[in-house]
C-alpha cells in the first residue's frame, strides 16, 4: 500500500466552507440512503385524473369556490420559492456530496410539483384572467403576499450587515444564520405552510370531493414530508458536529420564527375560511397549525409552546400504503414507490 493510501482523511464538518467531490470514503451515508428512497418514490403528473374534479368543482359554494382559487394561487408559486433556495444557498452550503445528490433529486420533486399546480391552474381556472391573477398573488393577494413575505425575511438570514450574501460560512454567526434559513425552509415553508394548505385538501377529499386534487396532493405530501426529514436531518449532524451553534439565542430565534408563521398562516386561513365553512374554520385551523408547530419545534430538540391537539381527524393519516388505497383510484398509479413508510401521524 502506497504511502498516499495510508494517508487519513482530515476530518471535516458538514458546514465547512469548499466543495467536496468524492462519494468515497462516504461520510454521510444515511443521506445517500435518503437520495436512494427518494428514486423509489418517483411519479409524473400525467398520472393524476383530473377530469371528475371539474363536476366537482361546479358543485362547491361560493365560499368553498373561493378557498380553491386561494388554494391554487398559493400553490403556484410555493415551491418556486423553495426550489429557489434549495440552488441559491442550501446546495452551495451543505459540504456533502451524499447530501447535494439528495438535495438535486429534491429539485426535481419539486420541478414535478410545480407542474403539477400548473396543470390545477389550467383545469381549475379556465378563464385566463383569473389564471393570470393566480400567478400574480404574492403581489395581489395580501394573505399570499404575507406568507412569501415571512419566506424572504427569514431565508434572507444569510446575508452580512451590508445585505450581501454570504458566500462561505467561515464564522459561528455566517452558521447560525445558515440554521435559520434550513429551519425557515423545513419546518415553516414546507412543514407548516404546505400541511395547512393540504389539511384544506384532505377537508374536500373527506366530503367525497376533489379525487384528483387528493391523489396528486397526496403523492406531493410523501415527497414533502421526505424533504423536511432530510432538512431535520442535516440539523441534527450539525448539532452533532457543532453543539455550540444551538444556544438559548438560537432556539428563541426558531420559537419567533414559528409563531411568526403560525399568524401569516392564520391570516391565509382567515382569507380561506371567511365566517367559516361545515367543518373547517379559522379557530380550528388555529389549533391545528399550533399542533404543527409545537411538533416541528419538539423534532428540532425545542420546547413547544402551544399545547394545542389536532382538531381534524381527517388529518390522523397512518401511513402511506393506507394513504395510497384510500385516495388513489388505480393501485399501480404510484408503481415505483412500493417501499418504505412515512409515520404522518407523527408529521401532520
Not at 406568507?147 to 446575508?159: D, G, S, T, V
Amino acid at each position: 500500500m502506497s504511502s498516499t493510501e495510508n494517508k487519513s482523511v482530515p476530518a471535516r464538518n458538514l458546514l465547512d466552507p469548499g466543495f467536496e467531490l468524492t462519494l468515497r470514503p462516504m461520510r454521510y451515508p444515511d443521506f445517500y440512503e435518503r437520495y436512494r428512497d427518494a428514486i423509489k418514490n418517483t411519479w409524473t403528473v400525467e398520472e393524476v385524473d383530473l377530469h371528475s374534479d371539474v363536476s366537482d368543482l361546479a358543485k362547491l359554494t361560493p365560499g368553498e369556490q373561493h378557498m380553491i382559487g386561494r388554494l391554487v394561487a398559493f400553490f403556484a408559486t410555493g415551491d418556486s420559492i423553495v426550489s429557489n433556495n434549495l440552488v441559491l444557498t442550501l446546495y452551495k452550503h451543505i459540504n456533502s456530496p451524499e447530501a447535494r445528490l439528495y438535495l438535486s433529486r429534491q429539485l426535481f420533486e419539486e420541478a414535478v410539483h410545480v407542474q403539477f399546480y400548473l396543470t390545477l391552474l389550467d383545469t381549475y381556472l379556465p378563464d385566463p384572467d383569473d389564471r393570470a391573477a393566480a400567478f400574480d398573488a404574492v403581489e395581489e393577494i395580501p394573505s399570499i403576499r404575507e406568507k412569501a413575505q415571512f419566506c424572504f425575511k427569514w431565508m434572507a438570514a444569510l446575508e452580512g450587515e451590508g445585505g450581501e450574501k454570504i458566500d462561505r460560512l467561515e464564522s459561528k454567526a455566517d452558521r447560525r444564520r445558515f440554521l435559520l434559513n434550513l429551519i425557515c425552509f423545513a419546518a415553516c415553508i414546507e412543514g407548516l405552510f404546505f400541511y395547512g394548505a393540504f389539511a384544506y385538501v384532505y377537508w374536500f377529499r373527506s366530503r367525497g370531493l376533489l379525487h384528483g386534487l387528493a391523489t396528486g396532493t397526496n403523492w406531493v405530501f410523501r415527497d414533502e414530508t421526505m424533504h423536511m426529514n432530510f432538512a431535520f436531518e442535516v440539523v441534527d449532524t450539525v448539532r452533532k458536529e457543532e453543539p455550540d451553534l444551538f444556544d438559548d439565542a438560537l432556539e428563541q430565534q426558531v420559537t419567533d420564527m414559528l409563531k411568526e408563521a403560525v399568524e401569516a398562516e392564520l391570516q391565509f386561513g382567515r382569507d380561506l375560511c371567511g365566517d367559516g365553512l361545515p367543518g373547517m374554520n379559522t379557530e380550528s385551523m388555529r389549533e391545528y397549525l399550533q399542533c404543527v408547530a409545537d411538533q416541528r419545534l419538539t423534532r428540532l430538540g425545542f420546547a413547544p409552546v402551544y399545547g394545542s391537539e389536532n382538531p381534524f381527524s381527517f388529518m390522523e393519516l397512518q401511513g402511506v400504503q393506507e394513504l395510497t388505497n384510500f385516495f388513489e383510484r388505480r393501485p399501480s398509479a404510484y408503481q415505483v414507490a412500493v417501499e418504505g413508510s412515512v409515520g404522518f401521524d407523527d408529521d401532520f
